[in-house]
């Protein structure tokens, strides 16, 4: 029943003193209300006349806006008045544009179009979780509700990661077309791999010249160069406990996607392969290079779902997939955090295999909080403790990346909004010194 029901009630009740008998006054006014309400409740449409489907978007990115627009069909012979709650999971951020509390109204054979706008506030898979739609009678007394009847239409959002970095693309682009020679003459200096011959003219690296081509033409020739093409670049998320870790407003996993899709966008663009491995304690996400416009749709479509997962990574699976899935020689960028118990434990180890056959970069990230310990000076003795603490681990992160040069290792330790640029620029400068 609804509150209108109980209202009519109330509204009889004023009427008892005419009647001869209180008792007998409400033994009637009450059966009549039932009745009222059983017959209300009986024209009702049934939830078994209604059906329900879903059209809209099926991806969006991480501070987008999309819109799922859910279609509610009326195919018995009565008029729907309902309420419809198009419940999904609280991340999905949904904004229905008609109130669950407003009655809907649908003819006949007719069908209602209700829209639900979805900002959601985190990546992934967002689900619709139940479609409730309570069926209202002619006089509003009685409903009849079932949640998940009709049946709720299955729909997912897939929430991409975002890709902030992505301004930058074209400052990177216009520096490697610099490198390639396209905006610069090439030279000696512009890479390793050989691309023509040409004259020579004044001003030209006399170690340049191709003295054996030169007799043949009875001409002056020389060599010209550019950067290497057609090599391998691997970038390996560390999905790990580390990864859980809050920089800011985001945790250190998404700041490693962005700086991963920039670079990824950056190499694919230069003609280099690009790989992708994100693992833990078990390998959570592969991409393999394929064509320039299908990668990186492909990657941002894996990374997606990613999770941190609160376990220690296992770096020892890691160079173990690495060594066995590239053959050739690469440039292995791995994105993870600088510290000394999870990298001197884990990494270590197994670093002088895996740096002996790839060029090995490790991507990590400054944490603001050890920023904000160190900086300035303590007011109270607590305040002194909390500096000393972040002074130490700020000197453990110095001997960790000591250890990881002695190897041959480039780090790249940057503070979060500066780590994907910083990545591109060192990509950037292996490349033109032909060192990937």
């Not at 090599?231 to 990864?243: E, I, Q």
């Amino acid at each position: 029943m609804t509150w209108r029901a109980a209202l009519l009630l109330a509204v009889g009740a004023l009427t008892l003193p005419l009647w001869p008998s209180p008792f007998v006054g409400v033994l009637v006014m009450t059966g009549a209300v039932l009745l009222l309400v059983l017959v209300d409740r009986a024209l009702a449409v049934p939830a078994a006349a209604l059906t329900a489907e879903r059209e809209g978007d099926r991806t969006v990115r991480l501070g987008g806006t999309a819109t799922v627009v859910l279609r509610l069909g009326n195919t018995s012979g009565r008029t729907l008045r309902a309420q419809v709650r198009d419940a999904w999971v609280p991340s999905a951020g949904a904004r229905p544009d008609v109130p669950p509390r407003r009655v809907v109204t649908v003819a006949a054979g007719d069908a209602a179009v209700l829209p639900t706008r979805l900002t959601p506030t985190r990546r992934g898979d967002r689900p619709a979780v139940a479609l409730t739609v309570r069926s209202f009678g002619p006089l509003r007394l009685a409903f009849r509700q079932r949640s998940g009847r009709p049946a709720t239409p299955p729909w997912t959002l897939r929430v991409l990661p975002r890709f902030d970095s992505r301004r930058h693309l074209p400052e990177k682009l216009a520096r490697l077309r610099v490198i390639d020679g396209t905006q610069v003459s090439r030279g000696r200096g512009q890479g390793t791999e050989f691309d023509t011959l040409r004259e020579y003219v004044v001003g030209d690296d006399v170690r340049s010249i191709d003295w054996r081509a030169s007799a043949r033409q009875a001409d002056v020739l020389v060599r010209t160069w550019r950067p290497e093409r057609d090599r391998r670049l691997v970038c390996v998320l560390d999905t790990g406990r580390t990864s859980a870790v809050r920089l800011g407003d985001e945790p250190r996993l998404d700041t490693s996607i962005d700086a991963a899709l920039l670079l990824t966008a950056l190499a694919s663009r230069a003609g280099d392969r690009v790989d992708l491995l994100a693992a833990d304690t078990a390998v959570r996400a592969t991409v393999t290079g394929t064509g320039r416009p299908a990668l990186l749709p492909r990657l941002v479509h894996a990374l997606a779902p990613l999770q941190p997962a609160l376990v220690e990574t296992d770096f020892e699976l890691i160079a173990g997939e690495i060594l066995r899935r590239q053959r050739q020689r690469s440039l292995v960028v791995l994105f993870t955090a600088l510290e000394a118990g999870a990298l001197g434990e884990g990494l270590l180890p197994v670093l002088p295999r895996l740096a002996a056959r790839h060029r090995v970069v490790i991507a990590a990230t400054h944490d603001p909080v050890l920023s904000a310990m160190t900086s300035g000076t303590p007011a109270r003795p607590e305040d002194a403790y909390a500096a000393a603490a972040g002074w130490r681990a700020l000197a453990e992160r110095d001997r960790v990346r000591a250890a990881l040069t002695r190897y041959g290792v480039l780090v790249v330790d940057a503070p979060a909004g500066a780590l994907a640029t910083s990545l591109a620029d060192t990509y950037l400068r292996l490349k033109s010194q032909g060192q990937l």
